[in-house]
């Protein structure tokens, strides 16, 4: 409960997890058309809002394009009275001109109106999504098995839910209101300009094909870039991350040059797909623009010519030369849409991917019961007194190589059972067993005859207090940081824990004594005292079960004397599981497991196991030599 951190996940070189090493550049989407389905069923729970989205957005748009055709009659009305007054008429009929200018102006005031409207309800949509897929991705997070973080680094599960969940919510958030907008202009426009000449919108959308080819081309070689670029930025977060965290470790051991030719590489790989992907979506306005120009000069030359045959006035020239802008933006929009679309489905997959990740089972198929005067029900951790036993237990990290092999123990209450070996024996293997951060392929582990697989997993750690050789503290009050063991305690038994832990002395010498605040990683006190303080969390839960890391290793001879006391406070009536590193300090545990490459090769007391002379007697010999 002290701690719920574990660490020890395999590392590529930096600190990168296995198989996290640059892809090959220009990596298509894995499921493009699956992507777009998803993120469409998705949507779908906003429906209402985005069918009220689409209304506003047309009736914004429809009023926007009947403005010209308006426009073209004042035009026309100013034009003829011209001719009038030079003819020796009435002139220009201000009156008529005025009215309909009102009309235009009521007609823009309406299109900005419902634009507006659009804009507020497609802003909330995109923001409710956003919240909805980080709160998924969070819960998501909690639901995955260790193996899949051993192999991803931090910043790469990061990346997906701030990077990619903000690219997917502003890109939807413009695109769908664009693309609905452009349709809706592109069908409006070419109404009005059928109305206005059959023959001028022939040529105008002559040009269509033009444009199409142009976009299809531009959005094909665009799709693989965003894809890269969004993957990218994910693994620059995830280096950055981890050199920050481990600056020091890397100014000591003089690898400032790696680390910056690392992230040299991948921030290379980024430049140059966000580079391309930004640059071959650029060229679309310029090439829209060209092919739109084309179109603009042969319908000028062809109303000039209708206007001398008095086939179409000189307004409806004035209005179609407007239909034809009009006419070529959408298009244009619509390229600029598709490149935010494939921003967006880039983010959207990988989204999609962490949350279609295989889960680990949360709650068990049939739940361990006790029976009370005749009546049963489902056990709880307060139930639990601490007998563990271990039967015939096999484990792999991978089914094809087990490396713990028929493994049995039996642990009674309150004992203290001592894990022992080499760096890298899988000292650690045995807590993740017992916390079901793995599971055994054959075998059972149970706790108080109940096998561990017959509880939730949350009720199960529930059941643990864990006191680490890595501590965590978070920014906030001494106070917090020991309630976190139990939130509903009160100040007055956050005190007797931190008296257990040894560490009420120290708490009163700090200014602001168990109110002062602890900084983000907690360095504004010493590493002994971190420790105090999560042991005394754990103390203020008061687990029936205990996973201790002896952490003795990085301070003062009293320090760790203060550290080894509180320790013994708190294994008191509790079944205790000591990660041991100095032998010195186990020799009264009740058993001793002794591990090595990862299997269980000895267990049994201190005496027994130095009696067998085996793997034990070498390594408390070996460290008894190097302190004698």
Partial sequence: MAEHKLHGRPKGPMGHGPGMGPKGAGEKPKNFKGTLSKLVKYLSSYHVAIIIVALFTVGSTVFNVIG?????????????????????????????????????LALYACSTIFGYIQGFVMSGISQKMSFKLRKELSEKMNR????????????????????????????????????????????????????ISPLMTIIAVLILPVSVALISLIVKRTQKFFKQQQEYLGHVNGQIEEVFGGHNVIKLFNKEEDVIEEFKNTNEILYHSAWKSQFF?????????FVGNIGYVAVAVVGGYLNIKKVIEVGDIQSFIQYVRQFTQPIT???????????????AERVFEFLDEEEEEQTAKNHAVIEENGVKRKVTPADLTGNVSFEHVNFGYVSDKIIINDFSAEVKSGQKIAIVGPTGAGKTTIVKLLMRFYDIQNGAIKIDGHNIKDFDRSELREAFGMVLQETWLFKGSIMENIRYGRLEATDEEVIVAAKAAHA????????GGYQMELNEDASNISQGQKQLLTIARAILADNKLLILDEATSSVDTRTEEQIQ???????????????????????????????????????????????????????YNSQFEQTA
């Fill in 68 to 104: 010209p055709k308006i426009l073209g009659k004042a035009t026309t009305e100013i034009f003829n009275g011209l001719i009038s007054k030079i003819n020796g008429g009435t002139g220009i009929d201000f009156t008529k001109i005025g009215k309909i200018l009102l009309v235009l």
């Fill in 333 to 347: 929009q619509i390229a600029q849409v598709s490149n935010m679309l494939q921003s967006a489905l880039a983010a």
């Fill in 565 to 619: 006391k509180a320790m013994d406070n708190l294994m008191k009536g509790r079944t205790s599981f000591v990660i041991a590193h100095r032998l010195s300090t186990i020799k009264d545990a009740d058993l001793i497991l002794v591990l090595k490459d990862g299997d269980v090769i000895e267990q049994g007391n201190h005496e027994e196991l130095l009696k067998q002379n085996g793997f034990y007697a070498q390594l």
């Fill in 281 to 289: 979506s650029g060229m679309t306005q310029p090439i829209m623009q």
């Fill in 504 to 511: 009420d002395h120290f708490i009163k010498a700090l200014p």
């Fill in 144 to 195: 995955l098995p260790m193996s899949y973080y051993d192999k991803r680094t931090y910043g790469e599960v990061l990346s997906r839910i701030t990077n990619d969940v903000d690219t997917l919510g502003m890109s939807l958030n413009q695109s769908i209101t664009q693309l609905i907008s452009s349709v809706a202009t592109l069908v409006g426009v070419l109404i009005m300009m059928i109305t």
